[in-house]
């Protein structure tokens, strides 16, 4: 690993994941932590339990803002657990100088996001730090759930699953980066920023035999699938054709030389399903607007267990790879 | 050009039913060639492109591919990167270079190490943008890392046009720029005959600015077909399918199958820019491949105030840095070996901890056969 730590280890990729098993999980190690999944089981497994700390530039981007994000972000992570989103913490380190009015923007976009989860903040906690200590501000929130459904896990997908995603992918990735400064692009491209909670609450009440779900953010699609073929020891073989991504996310990832499958979602997540419920489960998402273009993706086999193919539609395969490094624009 | 037309012509060049169309004309005409050919991609762009399309696992065997050396960060001197990382650690600099650079490993670490230690190191996606963040920190010195092939150098010309004209007194260069011709002639004479280079497929950007002209060498005085190609799968099936039939006729011609971009003469308003700022230099070094002569460029000396090589020359090393011990890209940009063939390949040598040049970036040899895993 490197002497100091770099923005490559925050990716979300493979330097992100050793960052965190050779300094984090070396000393914290326990068998709840070990499972790796969006939120711990704890309680016996009545409750989830989970945390994330949001940091984006811009802070207000197309589609939301770092408080709908903070809410959503953490929500999610719970919501894939099949849990139901309820108590929740909200800190928040802000730097001084920065505008009263964006940060009431900021916390009322917050309340929005914890109404459609059900959700309450009971705890916080605020710290002011001196000019150039944060970038503007950084917002941590964690959050407990109820689990309605047990059992849903990252480690046990089979080949007797399907794997579903829930939307378009890439539109938060892209929408981030055509937002930066330096890129000038006009689109009408939104972040995906939602709260999934009440997708999964209509699959679970409609019975679908949910085997695992990932909201799929930093890393993409791409590290989600990633981790489940690692996890459950499985191969993933997508069809590269049937993967869900708007014109305009793909016309940035051509310029920049991106794929939309690395690209970080905030409203997106993958399922492995049952096969036999996987169509029902495709229908039922599409009734949101949030799941408009769900689609099935992938099968589950043992060609190569621990890898993700992409099957191309003219006959040729490669591996879907863990992406590397920070994103970078190609040269040429 | 709105996203829909974009789409429409990637959906185009990306058709399965026009590859599968170029997949039988290849197999029926490369039933006819006596031997295995060796086709030499020049450019970056089109190895990838073959790996993430998995255009070999669709060829008959005889149809060979010899990655070339035409990826702009792969072929970085650690040498040169070194130069990059002082420059960005002397106070009061930031240093701008495009996308992938950032993260290739010279003898001091990356620029991202350098970052990581306080460094101003940015990347821009056009050199234009050096511009603003000169406006914007008037008291620093903004010095451009410029490199590439012929693709960027006209944009890194423009630039110190603009610096020129408008005078503007805290940009400087460090010009890295390349040229193909030289590398691929310098390629053929040291191909021996197990490894020849039978063909080349000609890159698709470096030619839109210099013209095919530049390669016209290759047919004439080497008897070796070249044809010009585009980026897209369709494109270089069509162009694998050129080189067969140029065989199968006994033709050794320069072919352009990138028409819609490219032409013989090229862009001679950015040659004549680049003619105008910059000269060759004697010798240039490639990672993997070693001393070229008059294969890169440099400022010319009347516009020494602006080059960065030249201001801060006492704060760059210039001993001679070698490859890694146990890294073949030498031989992998030959033809001589493959990169499954290196002892390193996905064990010491990763694309997050590369150990030569062809894993540096995902358009080199290593990296893409790496990512993408060159699957039958």
């Known amino acids: ?332 | 050009m709105s996203s829909l037309e974009l789409k429409e012509l990637y959906d185009g060049f990306r058709d399965p039913e026009v590859i599968k169309g170029f997949q039988k004309l290849i197999a029926a005409e490369a039933q006819k060639l006596p031997r295995t050919i060796n086709i030499m991609e020049v450019c970056g762009g089109h190895t990838h492109t073959i790996m993430k399309y998995g255009l070999t696992q669709l060829l008959p065997k005889n149809i060979n591919f010899i990655h070339g050396p035409g990826c702009p960060v792969c072929i970085m001197p650690k040498e040169r990167i070194d130069h990059a990382y002082r420059l960005a650690m002397l106070p009061n600099v930031i240093l701008l270079t495009l996308g992938d650079m950032i993260k290739v490993p010279g003898s001091l670490g990356t620029l991202q190490d350098a970052r990581s230690k306080g460094a101003d190191v940015r990347y821009v996606y056009s050199p234009m943008d050096a511009l603003k963040v000169a406006e914007e920190n008037p008291t620093k010195k903004i010095i451009f890392f410029a490199i590439g092939f012929e693709t960027t150098t006209p944009m890194s010309a423009a630039l110190i046009d603009i610096v020129i004209k408008r005078n503007i007194k805290n940009i400087f260069f460090h010009i890295n720029h390349v040229t193909v011709p030289e590398a691929m002639e310098l390629l053929i004479k040291g191909s021996d005959n197990d490894h020849c280079i039978d063909a080349f497929i000609g890159p698709s950007h470096v030619s839109v600015i210099s013209g095919a002209k530049i390669y016209a060498v290759f047919p004439e005085k080497y008897h070796i077909p070249v044809v010009v190609s585009g980026f897209e799968p369709v494109d270089m099936m069509e162009s694998i399918y050129m080189i067969v039939k140029q065989f199968n006729e006994g033709r050794s011609d320069l072919e352009v199958q990138y028409k819609r971009l490219v032409n013989f003469e090229g862009n001679t308003k950015a040659q004549a820019l680049v003619e105008y700022y910059f000269e060759k230099v004697d010798l240039f070094k490639w990672r993997g491949i070693g001393h070229i002569p008059r294969s890169a460029l440099k400022l010319r000396a009347e516009f020494a105030a602006l080059d960065a090589e030249v201001i801060y020359k006492e704060f760059l090393p210039y001993e001679e840095i070698n490859d890694h011990k146990l890294c073949i890209c030498g031989d992998i940009l030959r033809g001589r070996a493959k990169p499954q063939d290196c002892s390193v390949f996905g064990t010491a040598c990763k694309p997050t901890s590369p150990l030569g040049s062809c894993m540096v970036s995902s358009e080199g040899a290593c990296a893409a056969y790496y990512k993408y895993g060159n699957l039958i």
């Open chain 1, 1 to 332: 690993m490197t002497k100091t730590v770099t923005l490559a280890q925050g990716n979300g990729g493979a330097e992100n994941a050793q960052l965190i098993s050779e300094i984090f999980y070396k000393q914290f190690k326990n068998e709840i932590l070990e499972k790796s999944e969006d939120a711990a089981i704890i309680d016996g497994g009545r409750l989830a339990f989970t945390t994330d700390s949001f940091t984006v530039s811009p802070l207000f981007f197309d589609g939301g803002d770092i408080g709908k994000l903070s809410i959503c972000g953490t929500c999610n992570d719970l919501a894939m657990m099949g849990a139901k989103p309820t108590y929740m913490t909200c800190a928040v380190i802000v730097e001084e100088g920065f505008s009263i009015k964006e940060l009431e923007t900021i916390v009322a976009s917050m309340k929005k996001e914890l109404e459609i989860n059900g959700a309450n903040i009971v705890c916080g906690d605020t710290k002011v730090v001196p000019k150039g200590a944060v970038d503007k501000i950084f917002i941590n929130t964690t959050g407990v759930g109820v689990v309605q459904k047990s059992g849903i896990s990252s480690n046990c997908v089979s080949t007797a699953d399907t794997i579903i995603v829930s939307n378009e992918i890439g539109k938060h990735g892209a929408t981030i980066f055509a937002n930066r400064e330096g890129m000038e692009f006009s689109s009408d491209l939104k972040s995906d920023c939602t709260s999934l909670w009440p997708l999964v609450e209509k699959l679970l009440a409609e019975g679908i035999e949910i085997t695992a779900m990932r909201d799929a953010t930093r890393g993409g699609v791409a590290a989600v699938l990633n981790e489940w073929a690692k996890q459950s020891k499985v191969c993933i073989e997508v069809q590269e054709e049937v993967l869900p991504v708007s014109d305009t996310v793909r016309g940035i990832c051509e310029i920049l030389g991106f794929e939309a499958y690395n690209l970080a979602n905030e409203g997106t997540f993958i399922l492995a399903v049952k096969s036999t419920d996987a169509n029902r489960a495709v229908e039922i998402l599409k009734t949101f607007e949030a799941g408009e273009r769900a689609a099935v993706i992938a099968n589950v086999t043992h060609q190569y267990d621990g890898r993700v193919i992409l099957l191309s539609a003219w006959g040729s395969k490669r591996f879907m790879d863990l992406p590397t490094g920070e994103l970078l624009p190609r040269i040429c």
